[in-house]
């Protein structure tokens, strides 16, 4: 199955400041999720977005999907130092029995 | 509260001897699934189910057998460990309808020694 693959591997900013990471797919999809997943503990759904949206928001979190370049977007505005995490983008392949396919991830640390 | 369960959540074994990490979901969801996370190669899917007695193989079922005799219990059995097996285990699951969003246990750090 083809994975995932954020970009970039690693950032690191300052708390307050806005973190943007990326992710693209090689495969048509069904939506595309992004995930939170703090040192060793389990991934938490951040966001949902559907191969028919191209923005989502949440909170402090911003979403795109551009199903034409296989990419999407994860903005954070304001940072804070909680929001210190590895992020995952898995998707669903278009006929799929909901298998989840994921990246490496990006990860993310905010520095107080 | 509705949660993901494993147990144990460490465990040092050794090569051979056979082992069950257990997955409990009290959401009463119809999919499970269980994953191993390895440095730098992110998520791998090991087996998943659909429903009671239904299971299917994800990218990296070699070594690894479950069964789902109850909706809400979905074990992960190493009947020989090895040391490439040594990896941080995730059950999740999934309720029924098109979100697909899933539930994320706190993970199994097993070590094969």
């Known amino acids: 199955s083809q994975q995932g693959e954020e970009d970039p591997q690693a950032l690191s900013i300052q708390e307050g400041e806005n973190a943007t990471m990326n992710c693209s797919y090689k495969?048509?999809?069904?939506?595309l999720q992004w995930y939170r997943q703090n040192s060793g503990r389990g991934l938490v759904h951040l966001i949902l977005?559907?191969?028919?949206?191209r923005e989502k928001h949440s909170g402090r979190l911003r979403v795109t999907l551009d199903t034409s370049k296989k990419s999407s977007s994860l903005l954070i505005t304001a940072s804070r130092a909680a929001d210190t995490a590895s992020y995952f983008c898995p998707f669903i392949s278009s006929g799929s029995a909901r298998q989840l396919t994921f990246g490496s991830g990006t990860q993310l640390t905010v520095l107080p | 509260e509705a949660q993901v369960t494993q147990n144990p959540r460490y465990l040092i074994t050794v090569t051979g001897k056979k082992l069950t990490v257990t997955c409990s979901q009290n959401?009463?969801?119809?999919?499970m699934s269980w994953y191993r996370q390895d440095p730098g190669l992110g998520l791998r899917q090991i087996y998943y189910?659909?429903?009671?007695?239904?299971?299917d193989k994800g990218d990296v079922p070699e070594g690894y057998k479950v069964s789902r005799k109850e909706k809400r219990n979905f074990p992960l059995i190493l009947e020989s460990p090895s040391p490439n097996q040594t990896s941080l285990y995730f059950c999740?699951?999934?309720?029924?309808?098109?979100?697909?969003?899933?539930?994320f246990g706190p993970g199994t750090r097993l070590t094969v020694l």
């Open positions: 977005i559907r191969s028919n949206e």
């Open positions: 999740a699951s999934s309720p029924p309808g098109p979100t697909d969003t899933q539930y």
């Open positions: 189910s659909m429903n009671v007695e239904v299971t």
């Open positions: 959401m009463n969801h119809e999919y």
């Open positions: 495969t048509s999809i069904n939506n």
